[in-house]
């Protein structure tokens, strides 16, 4: 079972940028994908990113391309989602998620962290 601990989230002024961080234990880090998803209040939980386990492959959100980039390092067991140019309708509760099969694309996503807080004022 693997275990995800998320940081970096907080309040930052529109156009700023915030890194957050998930690091993971439990299993073997290297070969699965990974995510980010985020929920804002009242609304449904969406995927915002996701890196394949070599990260070679990745995908985005249409609304967060070119302002949000996510990377893994794996010898640190550690995905980053780097968030520019942020916006009031970023805010929301980020949530780092692991792939349930190795060397999967794209993933399917079966373990969640506890999320990491972002609000974004205007």
């Known amino acids: 079972q693997v275990q995800l601990v998320e940081s970096g989230g907080g309040l930052v002024q529109a156009g700023g940028s915030l890194r957050l961080s998930c690091v993971a234990s439990?299993?073997?880090?290297?070969?699965?994908?990974m995510g980010w998803f985020r929920q804002a209040r009242g609304k449904e939980r969406e995927s915002v990113a996701a890196?394949?386990?070599?990260?070679?492959?990745?995908y985005y959100l249409d609304s967060v391309k070119g302002r949000f980039t996510i990377t893994r390092d794996n010898a640190k067991n550690t995905v980053y989602l780097q968030m520019n140019n942020l916006n009031a309708e970023d805010t929301a509760v980020y949530y780092c998620?692991?792939?349930?099969?190795?060397?999967?694309?794209?993933?399917?996503?079966?373990?969640w962290g506890q999320g990491t807080q972002v609000t974004v004022s205007s």
């Open positions: 998620a692991a792939d349930q099969s190795p060397g999967n694309w794209p993933p399917d996503f079966a373990s």
């Open positions: 439990g299993r073997s880090f290297s070969v699965y994908a």
């Open positions: 890196i394949s386990w070599r990260g070679r492959r990745t």
